[in-house]
Antibody
Framework: QVQLQESGPGLVKPSETPSLTCTVS????????WSWIRQPPGKGLEWIGY???????NYNPSLKSRVTISVDTSKNQFSLKLSSVTAADTAVYYC?????????????WGQGTLVTVSS | EIVMTQSPATLSVSPGDRATLSCRAS??????LAWYQQKPGQAPRLLIY???TRATGIPARFSGSGSGTEFTLTISSLQSEDFAVYYC??????????FGPGTKVDIK
């Protein structure tokens, strides 16, 4: 299975636009759908969106106006930008592979990176 | 948006006992239902997809059943490593993919 590793700023200020990156290893990014999912501390999971290696995207309607997901196949990476963040965006952000061909589930996950929004 | 609910919120079980977790969808999701296990400080792990198919490497003590709006995850004989939070997730009608709020299985 592929391995995924998130990287990001950790602490951001309200109204900023943090960028998170997910690096995929052990396989090519050019064969699957790649997602971002977040989890506020002590709460459940929220799907943010996905990108196909071709660049085609699909976003959660509740976040669509603030989310941009992009892919860099040359680096085997994909990224998330979330604009105008507030304290409600404080969460662990996971990148994950969405198996759109067999299981339909998220079958590989990164370890997650905590993004805290605070002034 | 399809809303997923899970019951109970917490299930207290003794090691070796059977655990039965329920998941309900606000409308039919056919069999497009997955289950995940999450331990503290870890990412979720895919257990079941297609409502009843175990993912690669998942022990046979985990089984899933159901279709439409009612689903069940059964752990036949709880091991110490099975105490965790379990989430269901639908992938029939999206966006968005939606998860249930989780069931915490803890030691009785």
């Amino acid at each position: 299975q592929v391995q995924l590793q998130e990287s990001g700023p950790g602490l951001v200020k309200p109204s900023e636009t943090p960028s998170l990156t997910c690096t995929v290893s052990g396989g090519s990014i050019s064969s699957s759908y790649w997602s971002w999912i977040r989890q506020p501390p002590g709460k459940g999971l929220e799907w943010i969106g996905y990108i196909y290696y071709t660049g085609s995207t699909n976003y959660n309607p509740s976040l669509k106006s603030r989310v941009t997901i992009s892919v860099d196949t040359s680096k085997n990476q994909f990224s998330l930008k979330l604009s105008s963040v507030t304290a409600a965006d404080t969460a662990v952000y996971y990148c994950a592979r969405l198996d759109g061909y067999i299981s339909g589930g998220f079958d590989s996950w990164g370890q997650g990176t905590l993004v805290t929004v605070s002034s | 948006e399809i809303v997923m609910t899970q019951s109970p919120a917490t299930l207290s079980v003794s090691p070796g006992d059977r655990a039965t977790l329920s998941c309900r969808a606000s409308q039919s999701v056919s069999s497009k239902l997955a289950w995940y296990q999450q331990k503290p400080g870890q990412a979720p792990r895919l257990l079941i997809y297609g409502a009843s198919t175990r993912a690669t490497g998942i022990p046979a003590r985990f089984s899933g059943s159901g279709s439409g709006t009612e689903f069940t995850l059964t752990i036949s004989s709880l091991q110490s490593e099975d105490f965790a939070v379990y989430y269901c997730q639908q992938y029939d009608n999206w966006p968005p993919f939606t998860f249930g709020p989780g069931t915490k299985v803890d030691i009785k």
